[in-house]
């Protein structure tokens, strides 16, 4: 994408978002800069004030709303999606159906999930009741990934706004767009304020709102990129929130139902043109079923085409250069001696990827230890589920993981080093809106939805008050010697012998 215009009158920059798949122009977007930006971040900070003062039961109306929106708008969104993201009309409606869910427990659990809390204070501090109440952070910048251009951003935008914040939505230069569409059709619902805005362009646009003075930054992208963004966050001392990329891996065990197993992996590694952060990048498979599990899996990629078509299971690769990296992991893992079961090297033909099974693939390889971010599944044999744990847990990424199996399958998902992992399905945790998602390792940290991710999106506050006032004050320069040395006592009888009394 490239800068297409400057406005002749008020010298904006503009620059065209166009279809994937035909080239077709989708939009035209102003590409704003550290100025537009800080406006945008000072008008949030006073939509801010007027957001957090509806308090919750004010704002949940307000969410429910803008939900309901969104689902009866759903056919127009999807079509939207469909045409500047590329994915197929039903795998855009999966975006839909996973936000109304979202938003919707969003608004109504935030109260219950942010309610101040009484915590008991300890000898110490016996005379006072203490208590921790969560607090609107202010304005959260979110800046967001193209592949799941809703789904993705509102993870952290609708929990932002359920926990009493303002959000300014930097979208992807891939995925303007939507975003633009979002904030739209969130001002139609709460017209008061500019709650939630978006503004665009490019990385310079993403890093210009890093430094703008937000409370929070929750970035979803690439590890790469989430570097950068903890840097430039850093001069501020912005805390930020960074869900990154991974290399989620399958684990088929030898009591798994082979045929769940392998409709999971194909699923998992394929769907979305295979560019979805928790998609499945890895399979180990145990010996004793492996040769069944790959011909079930060879089975149902075989069958799934690539294409502009309303019939199409793929459509194409959303970004150009995204195709060069898909062709060099498959290129690479050939030349080291993989076999392609299904596709091959000529699976690429830009601006569509045609779905790839791998067997004899070597760890090293590339498409093992990389973000592919393309329909491209290595099935690997193992000897036993502890040598494919092992395998799994050799990465840097850490996000998400799926277990297929019986006896060992829980501890199997216990052991994986991963954020997010489900037993005998695939990807499941993302449609549980309470569950915390996010990674470890090279996928990131902290956590959007849930609790968690109503939490991570708020301000932690303690607050003691004296309910009795004693013969003395432990924090005053007038205590008596002797309180401490009674306090002295108090400890060694307490502590000293190491067990709590
Ligand atoms: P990028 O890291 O390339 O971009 C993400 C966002 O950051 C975009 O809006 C981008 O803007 C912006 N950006 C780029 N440079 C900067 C900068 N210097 N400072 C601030 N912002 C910047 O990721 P992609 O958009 O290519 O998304 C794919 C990646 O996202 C994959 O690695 C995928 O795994 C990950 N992802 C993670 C998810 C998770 O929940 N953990 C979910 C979905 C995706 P622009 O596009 O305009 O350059």
């Given at each position: 994408m ?6 002749a009158a008020?010298?904006v920059q503009t620059f065209?978002?166009v279809s994937?798949a035909?080239?077709?122009?989708v939009?035209t ?7 537009q930006?800080a406006?945008?971040v000072?008008?949030?900070c006073q939509?801010?004030r ?6 919750f ?8 709303a803008f939900?309901g ?5 759903g056919?127009e ?5 469909h045409?500047e993201?590329g994915k197929?009309h039903?795998?855009?409606?999966i975006?839909?159906?996973l936000v109304?869910e ?7 659990k935030?109260?219950?999930a942010?309610r ?5 204070p ?10 921790v109440?969560?607090q ?5 910048g979110?800046?967001?990934?193209w592949n799941?251009?809703?789904f993705t951003p509102l993870?952290?935008?609708s ?12 979208p992807?230069?891939h ?6 569409w979002?904030?739209?059709a ?8 500019p ?11 993403g890093d ?8 929070k930054?929750?970035?979803?992208g690439?590890?790469a990129?989430?570097r950068?963004?903890m ?6 001392l912005?805390?930020v929130?960074l869900?990154?990329?991974g290399?989620d ?5 030898d ?5 769940a197993?392998a ?7 394929i769907?979305?043109a295979?560019?979805?952060c928790i998609?499945?990048e890895r399979v180990?498979?145990v ?6 599990f ?8 075989a069958?799934?085409?690539a ?5 199409a ?6 970004v ?14 050939l030349?080291r ?14 601006p ?9 693939v070597?760890?090293d390889?590339l ?11 290595p099935?690997?044999?193992?000897h036993?589920a502890d040598?494919?744990l092992?395998?799994a847990?050799?990465?840097?990424y ?9 006896r ?5 998902a216990r052991?994986?080093?991963?954020g ?10 993302a449609?549980?809106p ?7 390792g ?5 956590r959007?939805?849930?609790e968690?991710g109503?939490r991570?999106?708020s ?6 008050r ?7 004050d432990?924090?005053s ?6 309180a ?9 009888l307490?502590h000293a012998g190491?067990r709590r009394?």
């Open positions: 490239a800068i297409t215009d400057r406005h008020t010298g065209d978002s994937p035909t080239g077709e122009k939009g977007f102003p590409v704003d800069g550290p100025e930006v406006a945008a000072s008008r949030a939509a801010a007027w957001w957090a003062g509806l308090g039961a004010g704002r949940r109306r307000r969410l429910l939900k929106l969104l689902a009866r708008r056919e969104l999807c079509d939207l999606i045409l993201n197929p039903d795998d855009a409606f975006e839909v159906l109304t979202h938003l919707d427990w969003a608004a109504h935030a109260a219950r942010l101040p809390r009484r915590v008991a300890t000898l110490l501090a016996r005379n006072h009741s203490a208590r109440e969560y609107p952070l202010g304005v959260v979110v800046i967001g990934p799941y251009p809703l993870g952290s935008i929990y932002a706004l359920a926990a009493g914040n303002a959000v300014v939505f930097k992807s230069e995925t303007p767009a939507v975003g633009r979002l904030a739209d969130f001002a139609e619902v709460v017209p008061e304020q709650v939630l805005q978006v503004v665009t362009g490019f990385g310079a646009t210009a709102l890093c430094r703008a003075g937000v409370d930054l929750s970035f979803t690439s590890a990129t989430g950068k963004v840097a430039a966050c850093a001069e501020r912005t805390p929130l869900e990154l990329g290399k891996a399958m684990i088929v065990d009591d798994a139902d082979l045929d197993a409709r999971a992996a194909v699923w998992g590694g769907a979305n295979g560019q979805t998609g499945i180990y498979a010996d004793p079923i492996y040769d069944r790959v011909e079930k899996v060879v089975q149902r990629a069958k799934l085409r294409g502009p078509g309303p019939d299971d793929l459509g194409p690769i959303t150009p250069g995204q195709l060069e990296v898909i062709r060099r992991h498959l290129d690479d893992a030349a001696g993989a076999r392609a079961l299904v596709g091959g090297a000529g699976a690429v033909h830009p569509y990827v045609e779905p790839v099974v791998l067997v004899d070597p760890e390889a498409v093992m230890v990389e973000e592919t971010f393309g329909p491209v599944l099935v690997v044999r193992v036993d040598e494919a092992a395998r847990n050799a990465g840097s850490g996000l998400g993981g799926a277990v297929f199996g019986r060992r399958a829980t501890r199997l052991a994986l080093r991963a997010m992992i489900s037993v005998n399905s695939v990807q499941t945790f449609l549980v309470g569950l915390p998602f996010g990674g470890v090279e996928s990131g940290f902290g959007v939805h849930g968690q109503l991570e999106l301000s932690a506050k303690a607050l003691v004296q309910r009795v006032r004693l013969p003395f432990l924090t320069f007038e205590r008596p010697d002797r401490v040395d009674a306090l002295a006592r108090l400890t060694r307490r190491g009394r």
